[in-house]
């Protein structure tokens, strides 16, 4: 198998309040190796998000192990989760969490200024990650003045623009129609051929079938994974 990015076992997360304590993940074991493009699917409430949420480390388990190339980080500190975050992960919203007073080229430099890389290699970066998404042209808008689909593809140049280990992904078309949803789903696609790492919560079937791997989540628990056949030229 290729190197792992991320490797659970025995994922629990559990939610308390004052009267009741809800167990969002019950025991879940998932390995995503690097190259991979997985989808994650189940009905709403099974786990995904927060499945998402603890890959991406905005969220600690409550027990078993998290490891992030072969490092245990169940157990980081939220300033260290942050820290890998910002130099590892990249991330793709149903609701895109633009900027609205920042224009198109200004949210996608965003990421490359946390990380405190020179502004000229900045400027190269981004116009490189326009270009890739098909959006250059509309480098100096702001968000509203776009589509959807424009949006998204915004979202996912900022996503990409830092060379993340992965990216992930929670209902990247869950805002779009039809039409903009298989661009992106297409544009997806292409960025894993070249050689992105995925992790993509999804309701779509055939969203999910641009995957290399669909897991499937019932209860908070993995009840089935099989491999999924691309149909990104359909």
Do not use: W
Request: a negative charge; charged letters at 20%.
């Amino acid at each position: 198998m290729k190197n792992l990015i991320i490797e659970a076992r025995q994922l629990e997360k559990k939610y308390l309040t004052d009267t009741i304590e809800t167990t969002a993940l019950a025991g879940v074991d998932v390995s995503i190796a690097a190259g991979e493009f997985v989808a994650v699917m189940g009905p709403s409430g099974c786990g995904k998000s927060t499945l998402l949420n603890i890959m991406g480390m905005l969220d600690a388990p409550s027990g078993g192990n998290l490891l992030f190339m072969g490092n245990e980080i169940g157990r980081a500190t939220e300033r260290q989760r942050a820290q890998l975050r910002k130099q590892n992960l990249g991330f793709i919203f149903q609701s895109f969490n633009l900027i609205d007073e920042l224009t198109v080229e200004e949210n996608v430099t965003l990421p490359l200024v946390y990380q405190g890389v020179p502004q000229a290699e900045i400027k190269t970066r981004v116009s490189e990650a326009l270009e890739r998404v098909g959006i250059a042209h509309r480098r100096n808008h702001f968000p509203q003045q776009l589509s959807g689909g424009q949006q998204q593809r915004v979202a996912i140049a900022r996503a990409v623009i830092g060379k993340p280990k992965l990216i992930l992904a929670d209902e990247p078309t869950g805002n779009l129609d039809s039409v903009h949803g298989r661009e992106v789903m297409q544009l997806l696609s292409e960025l894993n051929e070249a050689g992105a790492t995925i992790v993509m919560v999804t309701h779509s079937p055939s969203d999910a079938e641009y995957a290399h791997r669909i897991i499937n989540l019932f209860d908070g628990q993995v009840i089935t994974e099989r491999s999924a056949v691309a149909v990104a030229n359909f």
